[in-house]
């Protein structure tokens, strides 16, 4: 018998929340499989939704190299961009879009343009509405537009940013960024008139400011293109309920971390269990040992009292977490024998709540998951 952990993935619930999204917003919608798509499986989850989306979105290069190793052939954003001239080759090889958010990337452009041939490139122009992370400053969009419209390698140009605090929707740091998006996309559309002024008609410039988080709660954002990310894997960033609702609709349940007991133990009052003897039983009890640990991603932090689903019956965590195996009490799962099933996380446990008795985040849960858990699709 192999180990029994293992992370159940439902891909037809992520290929719905996706069109949840795409209902939300009315627009394109970009499906975000960076980090090992959020800790699902990088290559199986594009390779699913690569023929039912607008697009894919990834972090690196190198994730965007691994998804056209599969011969994925849809529209596929590299949101951190590259870094020098044989990544640059690279990308237009593998006809990606990228986000272009410092100085030396425009010069990377620059540089190949000279002696580029027959290269149509998707630029995505970060500005940095208030994140502080990447991209160019609002006054110098306009500037940094026309000098990639100047390129002949540069096919179109999307304006884009992130926001800071869009799972907290009634926060004004969303009302200024969006503000200063809106200003910054102003002033980049008169430069754009200015240069086809040739042009009858005015164009409204593609545009993308809104992640999972606005599109959910801030429909001011929602834009010609949007990036889902969290929402997909059937967490709502916005943490307005546990069990992940949107409006009417519920986000689907992409992922059920399960395992079973491999060990039931009686314990007597005042016994411990453990590491650092952390818990110790207030009276006679029953307790289980699960096959799974902060080895497998399970969060070390997530402390006494964190709920566990024993046989269907919710419990809890007892104890600290070990590499491999954690505690779980049984006082009120008398039935649970070795190989009753648990579920860490999944349909019948949010992995919200699992987060937050970890004082972590669902994002942390889903990409911290190691290589030794396996994927059951």
């Known amino acids: 018998m192999t180990r029994p952990l293992q992370a159940i993935v439902n ?3 992520i290929l719905s929340n ?10 394109s919608v970009a499906a975000v499989v960076k980090a090992n798509g959020y800790g699902h499986g990088l290559t199986t989850v594009a390779t699913y939704l690569a023929p039912h989306v607008d697009a894919l979105a990834v972090a690196t290069l190198e994730e965007a190299v691994e998804i056209r190793a599969e011969n994925v052939s849809t529209r596929l954003l590299v949101l951190e961009g590259v870094f020098d001239a044989e990544a640059l080759d690279t990308a237009i090889q593998l006809n990606l879009d990228l986000v272009v958010h410092s100085e030396y990337q425009v010069e990377l452009l620059e540089r190949y343009h000279q002696s580029a041939v027959n290269t149509a490139l998707n630029i995505w122009l970060k500005i940095d509405t208030g ?3 990447l991209g160019f400053h609002p006054d110098k969009a306009a500037e940094r537009y026309k000098q990639l419209h100047s390129l002949s390698i540069v096919e179109s140009v999307i304006l884009t940013s992130h926001f800071a605090c869009a799972d ?5 740091e969303n009302v200024f960024q969006l503000a200063a998006f809106d200003a910054a996309v102003r002033s980049v559309q ?9 042009r009858s008609e005015t164009t409204p410039l593609p545009q993308s400011i809104a992640n999972s988080a606005a599109i959910i709660a801030l429909p001011a954002a929602h834009r010609h293109w949007n990036r889902a990310g969290i929402m997909l894997y059937g967490s709502d960033p916005v943490n307005r309920a546990v069990d992940g609702s949107v409006g009417k609709q519920s986000l689907a349940c992409s992922m059920t971390l399960q395992s079973r007991l491999i060990a039931v133990r009686s314990a007597a009052k005042g016994e411990s269990i453990g590491y650092g003897a952390d818990f110790r039983f207030s009276e006679d009890g029953r307790y289980g040992i699960v096959a799974c640990g902060y080895g497998d991603g399970y969060p070390r932090h997530a402390g006494t009292g964190t709920p566990v689903m024993v046989d269907g019956v919710r419990t809890r965590l007892i104890g600290r977490v070990s590499m491999d195996m954690l505690a779980v009490d049984l006082s009120c799962v ?19 709540e699992v987060a937050e008795c970890a004082g972590t985040i669902p994002y942390e849960l ?12």
């Open 366 to 377: 889903f990409t911290g998951l190691t290589q030794r858990v396996p994927r059951v699709y």
């Open 168 to 172: 907290e929707p009634e926060r004004e």
């Open 334 to 352: 008398p039935q649970a024998v070795v190989g009753a099933e648990v579920e860490l996380w999944g349909p019948q446990l949010s992995v919200a």
């Open 18 to 27: 996706y069109q949840q999204a795409k209902t939300l917003v009315g627009g």
């Open 131 to 133: 994140m502080g992370r």
């Open 190 to 198: 008169r430069a754009h008139d200015e240069l086809f002024e040739s």
């Open 11 to 13: 891909l037809g619930s």
